[in-house]
């Protein structure tokens, strides 16, 4: 097609892109969001029913899709979510590949110091932790609360999981002193949440071992005990929602009771989280 004067213009000698679009090359690409809400969604599916397999191809496929379509957010929600993923999976490498595409995107965006950089942060601390990689993980945890705390928008469940997680990782340096601080600030974060008792439930199972290994079973069984009946009591709360996270959470806490000698509270939130699967 000739303007006016009767020049070409560039479509009319530029190369397309790829065969399958329009665009030439040296345009800015028509950016194609994939379904985020969705993805979400779905990958709650897949994990209710602890199909690993089919969430890593379901992650995977999108991964592709917002490649394609120049989707950025779409594929740092996706790395993300393939970070947490590969820890579950024990894929190290995957794990830490996807880590680094995920801080990639951050820069590349603009994120940097943002909300979606504080979780990334922490899933990519929390995968380091699970790894033993722990000075590296606490670099990444301080970075997320950094940026958390400092944005008045933050998810209480977010400071929660952070503060939960970053304990972990303490303990596992022996820094007793710091890791107990950070519990005690998860929990009453969590107060706030709706369903937040799950997340206190976990919390005062870590506290009974970090009890245990600060101080010895026996030198702090009271202490121990104490916490574990509190935890007992979370899971029990009859206000919660029986869905496939409640079943997670169970499965997570059963072998922590039977740990502790509660076998029967073991045995039935087992039983509770296996009827679950089952049902969905």
């Known amino acids: 097609m000739k303007d006016d004067k009767g020049y070409l213009q560039p479509e009319d000698y530029a190369e397309p892109r790829c065969l399958l679009c329009d665009e030439p090359y040296g345009a800015e690409p028509t950016v194609k969001s994939v379904p985020q809400q969705r993805i979400i969604q779905k990958m ?33 929600l996706i790395r993300n979510e393939l970070v947490g993923h590969f820890r579950k999976t024990g894929n190290k490498e995957k794990a830490f590949e996807s880590a680094e595409e995920a801080l990639r995107l951050l820069k590349e965006l603009g994120f940097e110091g943002t909300i979606s950089s504080g979780t990334t942060y922490t899933n990519i601390a929390t995968a380091c932790n699970a790894f ?35 304990a972990l990782t303490y303990t596992a340096l022996k820094e007793y002193g710091k890791a107990y601080g950070l519990y005690e600030k998860a929990l009453k974060v969590m107060e706030e949440v709706d369903g937040g008792v799950l997340e206190q439930a976990i919390t005062y199972l870590n506290m009974a071992d970090l009890l245990e290994a600060e101080k ?10 104490d916490l574990v009946d509190k935890a007992y009591d979370c899971l029990n709360d009859k206000d919660v929602k029986r869905d496939g996270y409640y079943a997670f959470v169970l499965e997570k806490c059963a072998p922590s009771f039977s740990y502790y000698g509660y076998f029967q509270a073991a045995k039935e939130f087992s039983e509770r989280a296996e009827s679950i699967y089952e049902r969905d």
């Open 44 to 76: 709650d599916e897949y994990m209710s029913r602890r199909d690993y397999d089919g969430a890593e191809r379901h992650l995977l496929y999108w991964l592709e899709e917002a490649k394609l379509g120049y989707d950025k957010r779409g594929e740092l």
């Open 132 to 166: 033993d990689e722990n000075e590296k993980s606490i670099a990444y945890f301080e970075k997320a609360k950094e940026v958390y705390e400092a944005n008045e928008k933050t998810a209480p469940e977010l400071l929660g999981g952070l503060y939960n997680n970053m």
């Open 216 to 225: 010895g079973y026996e030198n702090a069984e009271s202490e121990i005990f």
